[in-house]
């Protein structure tokens, strides 16, 4: 049984399960994430939508999956600049 399986299962998690928050979502899945997916939730960010597919296809593996197409800054200014990777 692995550790993320043998912990994750507690009766504490069941109402309360891990949150795990993926800013800069494009791509793919962190390799560490994918043991802890089925009993977590997944709060994943990326403004860019041209690599966000995936994250859609990986809604049956989390215990929720919710995805916002919005860039995280460290401000609240009104204006800020994204990069887009070409």
């Known amino acids: 049984m692995n550790i993320f399986k043998k912990i994750l299962t507690r009766p504490e998690f069941d109402d309360v399960p891990p949150v795990l ?4 979502a494009a791509g793919s899945l962190r390799p560490f994430w994918k043991n802890a997916r089925k ?6 960010f990326d403004a860019d939508s041209r ?15 919710y995805i916002f197409p919005q860039v995280v800054t460290v401000s609240d200014e ?3 600049y994204f990069y887009v990777r070409a």
């Open 51 to 65: 690599e966000t597919g995936y994250i859609k296809g990986e809604t049956r593996f989390f215990r929720k999956l």
């Open 78 to 80: 009104s204006l800020s």
């Open 21 to 24: 928050v993926d800013v800069g």
């Open 39 to 44: 009993y977590s939730i997944c709060v994943a």
